[in-house]
C-alpha cells in the first residue's frame, strides 16, 4: 500500500479544489465507482457504444443512455429495446476496441480525485466498485496514474448482479474488510447511488463534477486513532 503523503500545513485535502463534502470522521474507507465519478467517461462510452450499434442499423437514445448509467455494457444490451436478436457479443466487442485505443485519453473528475487524495492522506482505505468489466477497468485506472492509491479494485465480472444490486459494494467492503455501514460511496449514476444504499453505507453523489451528500444520517461515531 501507498504511504499516503501528508497534507500541506494548514490546508483541507478534501478541499484542494474547492470541493465539498468533508470526509465523515467515522468513515473508515472510501468506495468509489469508475466511470462518470473518478473518470469523466460519460460521453466516450456513450459515443463507443453509439458507435457499435450503428454497425447493426441501431440508434442509441441518449436520454435512454444516461437514464441506465452504471451498468455493464451486457446489461445495456439485455435492456435495450432494440438489441434483441443482435449478437451481443460483436457490440461488445466493438465497443470495448474503441474504448481502449482511446483509453489514454480519460480525464479524472477533479473534485472526485482531491476527495481520493483526502481518504488517503487521512489513511482511510479505498477501493473501486465499479460495473465495467476488469479489462476495461484496470487499464482506465492506470491511465489516470491511480493504481497504488486504489489497491481494491471490483469489477462487473467479480460478482453474480450488477447495479443497482448491492453486490459490487458489498464485495469491496469485505476485501477491505470494513463492515458496509462504515464505508462511505462515491457515484454518479442512480443505479450506483441504489446499489450502495442497499448495501447500507451512505453515499456521496458527483453531480455535475461536484460532490453532493444525499444521506444525511450518521453511522455511530468513534475517535479516529491519532496517526490513522
Known amino acids: 500500500m501507498t504511504t499516503p503523503t501528508p497534507a500541506p500545513a494548514g490546508a483541507a485535502p478534501s478541499a484542494a479544489c474547492g470541493c465539498a463534502p468533508a470526509i465523515p470522521d467515522d468513515a473508515d474507507a472510501v468506495i468509489f465507482d469508475f ?30 443512455y444516461r437514464r441506465h448509467l452504471g451498468l455493464s455494457i451486457h446489461d445495456l444490451l439485455a435492456q435495450h429495446p432494440g438489441t434483441g436478436g443482435l449478437p451481443h457479443e460483436e457490440i461488445v466487442r466493438l465497443s470495448r476496441a474503441r474504448l481502449l485505443a482511446t ?9 472526485v480525485l482531491a476527495l481520493l487524495r483526502a ?8 477501493a473501486v466498485a465499479s460495473g465495467a468489466v476488469r479489462v476495461l477497468l484496470e487499464p482506465g485506472i ?28 458489498l ?27 442497499t448495501a447500507g453505507m451512505r453515499v456521496i453523489e458527483v453531480r455535475d463534477g461536484h460532490l453532493s451528500p444525499t444521506d444525511t444520517g450518521a453511522v455511530p461515531s468513534r475517535p479516529r486513532q491519532q496517526g490513522a
Open 142 to 169: 492506470a491511465a489516470l496514474g491511480l493504481t497504488r492509491e486504489l489497491p481494491v479494485v471490483v469489477a462487473r465480472d467479480d460478482v453474480a448482479c450488477g447495479k443497482p444490486a448491492p453486490d459490487l459494494y
Open 35 to 64: 466511470d462518470g465519478t473518478l473518470a469523466d467517461t460519460t460521453a466516450r462510452y456513450e459515443h463507443a457504444l453509439r458507435t457499435a450499434l450503428n454497425e447493426f442499423g441501431v440508434e442509441l437514445d441518449p436520454a435512454w
Open 171 to 197: 464485495t469491496a467492503a469485505r476485501k477491505l474488510g470494513i463492515p458496509p455501514r462504515r464505508c462511505l460511496a462515491v457515484d454518479d449514476a442512480p443505479d450506483g447511488i441504489a446499489a450502495a444504499r
Open 103 to 111: 483509453v489514454r485519453t480519460l480525464t479524472p473528475n477533479p473534485c
Open 119 to 126: 481518504a488517503r492522506q487521512t489513511g482511510l482505505a479505498c
